[in-house]
């Protein structure tokens, strides 16, 4: 057995202190003074709200039901804003599926840009065609020191953009909005793919112009951005390029897509439910913004949301209350005795003795039957018994002889 005995150094005093201790749930909560207390009380909380400790079932429902209104409010709030709202960029000639649309809990989608744009709907997932089509686009720029200026395209698998460039400054090649905001915010070299091309200028037969050709790999948006870190002969860097792109579409085959606004700047897509159907938009090649805004917005399919975050969590909830209760009820018959059932066997000084009474015991008893008792032997005496005075003088004798040995 382990004493434990608290004291400071050097004390004589051999009293030994108390340790407070103290247990919450099924943790053990050790320490004293205002320290132990704040645990002690923490460790409580944690386990009242996980129900981890004693408490009335009433308690348990309450906290069931707390816990059921709050996860469905939170999680229909998340679903509901993260389908919402929807914001994209995109270029001329840029093919695009808008991406968070669900056909559960939005029963349609306005799409509104900073430029006309063609809308499609698809009654299925959208196909890549085979086929490429060319576009060419030329753009200029004048950079000072530490400036930098990106172009931007949506390219969906197997198309192919060349870039021919004039003029000094970095090339970075990046892919993904999520690599162009690293990039902005410092993190050139893990950002940009392949690293940083150094173009030059073109003219008198000297430099040629730095061709570079990307190949999509995936459905992504592809960037070229040029930076500006020399400063030639006190002026700015002017940067020309010329883009070839050879792109691939979506492909709508026997009757799978609809037009649904032809260079429209507001339209509204309606959607079926439980359905394949996505929507996708096309960016004319005559508009010559350089970035355009698209916005997708969800209107919510109200029964749905009632169904999943409404009417299911009632479920759940009643089934655990249910369950919370027939628990209850079964522990309370093994172990509630009635009073009227209970006695007291023995009531002494030291310890109180009590019993239970089983009724639902029953102990039958009957007669012997005539061959029972007839098969017990009547005892035999072989002699008669002593007449009493005979047994009075025997009884004295036996005295007379204790008497002498004595």
């Keep these: 057995m382990m004493l434990l005995v608290s004291g400071e150094r050097g004390s004589t005093d051999n009293t030994i202190s108390p340790v407070r201790r103290e247990v919450c749930g099924s943790r053990r909560c050790d320490g004293a003074g205002n320290d132990g207390g704040i645990s002690f009380?923490?460790?409580?909380?944690?386990?009242?709200?996980?129900?981890?400790?004693?408490?009335?079932?009433?308690?348990?429902?309450?906290?069931?039901?707390?816990?059921?209104?709050?996860?469905?409010?939170?999680?229909?709030?998340?679903?509901?804003r993260y389908h919402y709202l929807n914001k994209l960029a995109a270029s001329p000639t840029d093919m695009r599926e808008i991406d968070m649309v669900s056909t559960t809990f939005c029963e349609s989608v306005t799409v509104t840009s900073s430029s006309p744009i063609t809308v499609y709907k698809f009654y299925s997932v959208p196909e890549i065609g085979n086929t490429y089509t060319d576009f060419y686009r030329r753009v200029s720029t004048n950079l000072e020191r530490d400036e930098y200026q990106y172009w931007g395209f949506y390219l969906l698998k197997g198309s192919i953009i060349t870039a021919r460039v004039c003029g000094r400054a970095y090339l970075y090649r990046i892919v993904g909005k999520d690599k162009l905001n690293q990039w902005i915010g410092g993190s050139h070299r893990d950002s940009s793919d392949g690293?940083?091309?150094?173009?030059?200028?073109?003219?008198?037969?000297?430099?040629?112009?730095?061709?570079?050709?990307?190949?999509?790999?995936?459905?992504?948006q592809y960037y070229f951005l040029f930076l500006n870190t020399v400063l030639i002969n006190g002026q700015r860097t002017n940067v020309k390029v010329d883009f070839v792109l050879q792109r691939k579409f979506y492909m709508g085959r026997n009757n799978v897509s609809t037009i649904v606004c032809m260079e429209s700047s507001n339209c509204t897509v309606p959607l079926s439910a439980q359905s394949s159907e996505t929507v996708v938009f096309y960016?004319?090649?005559?508009?010559r913004t350089d970035e355009i805004q698209v916005i997708s917005r969800c209107k919510p399919r109200v029964y749905m949301y009632i169904l999943v975050f409404g009417i299911l969590p009632f479920l759940i909830g009643t089934l655990i209350t249910c369950a919370i209760v027939k628990f209850t009820r079964k522990r309370n018959t093994e172990t509630d005795r009635p009073g009227r059932s209970i006695f007291t066997v023995s009531d002494n000084e030291d310890e109180t003795l009590q019993g239970y009474i089983n009724e639902n015991f029953q102990l039958q008893l009957s007669p012997p039957s005539y061959a029972e008792v007839q098969s017990l032997s009547s005892p035999s005496y072989s002699e008669a018994p002593p007449s009493y005075d005979e047994a009075v003088s025997n009884n004295q004798g036996k005295e007379m002889v204790e008497t002498r040995s004595n």
């Design 41 to 80: 009380k923490a460790c409580y909380i944690i386990g009242f709200l996980f129900c981890l400790t004693k408490m009335k079932p009433k308690s348990r429902i309450i906290l069931t039901w707390f816990y059921t209104v709050i996860c469905a409010c939170v999680t229909g709030s998340l679903v509901a």
């Design 195 to 220: 690293g940083p091309i150094l173009t030059n200028y073109c003219g008198s037969g000297i430099y040629q112009p730095i061709i570079v050709n990307v190949t999509a790999t995936k459905s992504e």
């Design 283 to 287: 960016v004319p090649d005559h508009v």
